[in-house]
Nanobody, 122 residues
Framework: VQLQASGGGLVQAGGSLRLSCTAS????????VGWFRQAPGKEREFVGA????????YYADSVKGRFTISRDNAKNTVYLQMNSLKPEDTAIYYC????????????????WGQGTQVTVSS
């Protein structure tokens, strides 16, 4: 499966953005998808993930209550809705997919797309 993240941009603190992760190739509905981010000089950090059935999600503590992941399998797309953005959310955001697990460690070994830059100004 090939993934492409999009929707990044520049936003002021307190604002919102919605990122999309669009897939092509194999049946996307069979894949769990996770979002990760990497800020300059830092390691890639897990943000959250959604089960292939779309009914379950979980998030890193740093974004819980502000970010929401959803999916539309008919459109082969997973979304990351980001609200109440903070300057520390500035990073390149990536999506990753795995066919048999939705846990962070497995997602890291799955399929990756190119990232999209999110910059939050103070």
């Amino acid at each position: 499966v090939q993934l492409q993240a999009s929707g990044g941009g520049l936003v002021q603190a307190g604002g919102s953005l919605r990122l999309s992760c669009t897939a092509s190739g194999r049946a996307f509905s069979n894949y769990a998808v996770g979002w990760f981010r990497q800020a300059p000089g830092k390691e890639r950090e897990f943000v959250g993930a959604i089960h292939w059935n779309g009914g379950s999600t979980y998030y890193a503590d740093s974004v819980k209550g502000r970010f929401t992941i959803s999916r539309d399998n008919a459109k082969n797309t997973v979304y990351l809705q980001m609200n109440s953005l903070k300057p520390e959310d500035t990073a390149i955001y990536y999506c990753a997919a795995h066919s048999t697990s939705w846990f962070e460690d497995k997602l890291r070994s799955g399929y990756w797309g190119q990232g999209t830059q999110v910059t939050v100004s103070s």
